[in-house]
């Protein structure tokens, strides 16, 4: 397991969000995360990523414990995300914003900056280099210079995966990344997660409530509800899973197609 | 009136556009250091040494805008950073005769531990308590040096050494105006190289967004400390040579009224953008001179104008303005 996590529980003033969770994902695979509104996915993401702090359990990544690191540590070790709501720099450029993600594979510091060294030079190439790469893999490279803020909503979400990108993980969580795209835009989603995996060799987990998306991409579902997993197996399992489909019953906006 | 304001706003926008290629800037920068080159040999001695210290005010301003205008972090405490420069100077080379320039590496390490010093505590609390504390710190470093026997108590230290460069005694007037015109101008290009570089681009994406900026692994706390430790330098280089150009510090050179001018001479300017830094350190020390002749009713006006600027141009007279 690349990633894994034990016995989770997070609680907010009484409130338990996630309740003993088990789950993992495995180098290299695209893995879903699913379940109904509130059910407690980003919470995980948050968890995992060292934004929220659950009370118990153990999260490893790599054999590396990862719970109770700061976000920036665990960006390090090698988990990049993004956000529900999309949280570019708005005020920046495409570039610029892409270029984030460099900053915790770089090291020059005022220093460097200030007498422009070789050594500080030669990094600036290199994380312009690491930002067009990442840019022309999603898609976005001739929007480099552009705002980020007067992209359209499509373009803004590839920003956000380039810039995670970036920051060269071994895993990518991506919440809700379909979210507001028309289909054209989710056919070419679905080719980018592929690529992801396939030409980087990154694992996706991936929470979407796309559920024609989820069962095209994932070669593995788990499905949360109220703080709990209650399924974890591939497409057809989840389908056909009494379980699943009683937590998605009475959810009207749900698309999920069983 | 509306009308007027807003045709002489895009009259003015329209200009600053014209200096919005790096080429450009570049261009208006060198003629600006040619012509303030040449000013020593036509200006007076008191003209020179008011330009002198609009000169100082542009390095400080510049380092103040590090925090404020780069880091979006505040400070209302800056003449600390302007005093422990000066202070170390004075101290090291008055009290213990150390000759100037091997003072200057211990002063700048004080300067970074008083940088460490007021970032640590700081970085954790809300923008409101930020400025409490701030201006705290700035306070406690004037009663300390107004306290202590190491420097001079009120009266402050005297007869600070005139420093020589290769043989060369630098003490005249002139000579000092060149010193901060070379100064104004290394903080100009530090300021922009900073601003143009991996740490530069971590102040702006941890003053835009915190959590993005974490998730793409910037550690928060370090990079704001940066911040204050990278302005705190340029407030002590600022201060090395303020106390060997005036031969004499006293605590009252390091008021609060002094850490305030500074910081409008940033949000005056537009903080973040160094063209309009410069042009609000050259207002807020050119300006009280220019209406001289008005007397009591000077400072009033000057009041008067930087309010109607503020009401203005809200964002500073030369604002950042990306893309
Ligand atoms: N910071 C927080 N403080 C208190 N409660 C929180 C916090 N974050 C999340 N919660 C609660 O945890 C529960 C799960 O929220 P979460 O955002 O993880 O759900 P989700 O599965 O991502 O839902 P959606 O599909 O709508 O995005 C909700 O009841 C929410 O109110
Ligand atoms: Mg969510």
Redesign the pocket.
Known sequence: MLLNLEQVTLR?AG?T?LDKVNFGVEANTLASLI?P???????LFNSITGFYRPQEGRIEFDGERVLRRKPHKVTQLGIARTF?NVRLFREMSVMENVMAGMHCRTRAGAFGAVLRTPGQRAEERYIAEVAHDCMRFVGVDEYADRLATNLAYGYQRLVEIARALATQPRLILLDEPAAGLNATEKAALIELIRRIRDERGIAVLLIE?DMGLVMQVSERINVLDYGRIIADGNAEEIKNNPRVIEAYLGQEDEEMVL | MSTATGRTAGLVDRLYATFDSPRRQMLLMVAIVVVMAVLPLVMGRYATTIMTNALLYVVLALGLNIVVGYAGLLDLGYAAFFAVGAYSIGILTVQFDWNFWLAIPPALVAACLAGVIIGGPTLRLRSDYLAIVTLGFGEIVRFSARNLEITGRASGLSNIPEPSFFGYVINSYVDFYYVFLLLAVMAVIASHRLYHSRLGRAWLYVRHDEDAAEAMGINRVRVKLAAYVTGSVFGAIGGIFFSVNLGAISPESFSFEQSVLILMAVILGGMGKIPGVILGAFIIILGPELLRELGELRLLLFAVVMLLIMLLRPSGIWPERRH
Request: glycine share 24%; hydrophobic share 25%.
């Open positions: 907010f409130n969000v379940g509104n509130g059910a407690g996915k980003t919470s529900q409530h």
